[in-house]
Structures are given as C-alpha cells and as structure tokens.
C-alpha cells in the first residue's frame, strides 16, 4: 500500500535549520507531485509548498520564500523540506502529502505521512 | 490568498445524530473543496474532494455538498469514530488554505 514514513522528532535552537524528510513507497515516485503542510501545537493546517519528484521543480507559499527549500532524491523516492533562520512560532508539526492524482498538482491530497514535530527553543 | 472560515468552531453531539458542518471561501472556488478529518496525535485523512465526491473507503454517512463560496459536510447518524476534527480545504487557486477546524466533541 501506499506509505509516506518521515524522519523523527527535531529540537532545534533559534536561527538554525532543520531538514525533515519523506520516504514513499507503494507507488511510482515520480508520478505524484508531492506537499508539505504544518501544523502548530493546538492549531489547524497550513499549506507550505509542492514539489515534483519528476523534474524537481518547486512552488512555495510566499510565508516561507527565502526560508525553504524542498528536493527529492529518486534514487531513494525520499523528498525533504529543509526550512532556515527557525524562530519560535516554527515549532509544529510537519507533514508531508501526496497529491490524490497521478501527473497532477490540482491540490488535493492522499495519503499523508505520519509528522514530524519540529521543536525551536533556545 | 482565499480564506476559508468553519462554523461552528466546536460542536457538541451524541452518537446517532446529524451533524452538518459549514465553510465558507471569501472568493467562488467552484467545486474545488476537499474535506479531512484529523483525530489527536493523527494525520488527516481525506473524507470528501471535488466538494461533493466520497473518497474510496469512506463510509457513506459522510457527504459533502455546495459550490461557489458555500460549502456543507454532513454526517448522518453519527458514529463514535467519527468525533474528531474536521477540516475543509481549498484547492482552486495556489496558495492552497484551510479552514480553521470544526472539533465535534461527545455530548
């Protein structure tokens, strides 16, 4: 079946950076684009950028321009989120998420890895 | 960016009734709206996409309505698997934004 495994918990100081990563299976990796979403402790969803496993592109929420950067690794159908100059409020829940459709970026997403909880304090 | 608001925030029932749940988009999205519930320490997991189709394995007392700005997810007889989180989601134009959460809470 389709999976989505990602990296374990992060404690991070203020102003550094934190790569979390995202190993698929079950399906072709570069078919599906893929998102990455977070979630503050207590709050609800947000939407922080797309990746294509394809060709690498990329497209992030102007909240996190100049802070992110997601690649991908087909050899290991891996997709990482490096996010940089970490402040408080970053600390939340990262997940990553497959687009529903193959070869399709329309937005809507299915399955979802388990989360990552990124801690930043000093 | 389009802005979706959930009503109510909480609501508060007992196995066996019907709940609706609403959204709002402060532009027309079509039919583009999905809908997921999310249970604590959980991923969310979609219910409900193009507004209105069950996604595969969905039980069927879950059902999604509306178009445009306005959008409904009902839940008949409701079960106690189903207390959770509800979260609605648009995906007419980047960025894509969610709504704020509807918590549905055991009376």
């Known amino acids: 079946q389709v999976q989505l495994v990602q990296s374990g918990a992060e404690v991070k100081k203020p102003g550094a950076s934190v790569k979390v990563s995202c190993k698929a299976s079950?399906?072709?990796?570069?078919?599906?684009?893929m998102h990455w979403v977070r979630q503050a402790p207590g709050q609800g969803l947000e939407w922080m950028g797309i990746?294509?496993?394809?060709?690498?592109?990329?497209s992030y929420a102007q909240k996190f321009q100049g802070r992110i950067t997601m690649t991908r690794d087909t050899s290991t159908s891996t997709v990482y989120m490096e996010l940089s100059s970490l402040r408080s409020e970053d600390t939340a829940v990262y997940y990553c998420?497959?687009?529903?459709?193959?070869?399709?970026?329309?937005?809507?997403?299915?399955?979802w890895g388990q989360g990552t909880l990124v801690t930043v304090s000093s | 960016d389009i802005q979706m608001t959930q009503s109510p925030s909480t609501l508060s029932a007992s196995v066996g009734d019907r709940v609706t749940i609403t959204c709002r988009a402060s532009?027309?999205?079509?039919?583009?709206l999905a809908w997921y519930q999310q249970k604590p320490g959980k991923a969310p997991k979609l219910l409900i996409y193009?507004?209105?189709s069950l996604e595969s394995g969905v039980p069927s007392r879950f059902s999604g309505s509306g178009s445009g700005t306005e959008f409904t997810l009902t839940i008949t007889s409701l079960q106690p698997d189903d207390f959770a989180t509800y979260y609605c989601?648009?995906?007419?134009?980047?960025?894509?934004?969610f709504g704020g959460g509807t918590k549905v809470e055991i009376k």
């Open positions: 079950g399906h072709t990796f570069t078919s599906y684009f």
């Open positions: 193009k507004a209105s």
């Open positions: 989601q648009q995906y007419n134009t980047y960025p894509l934004t």
């Open positions: 532009q027309g999205i079509s039919s583009w």
């Open positions: 998420a497959r687009e529903h459709n193959a070869g399709s970026s329309a937005g809507w997403f299915d399955p």
């Open positions: 990746i294509n496993p394809s060709g690498g592109s990329t």
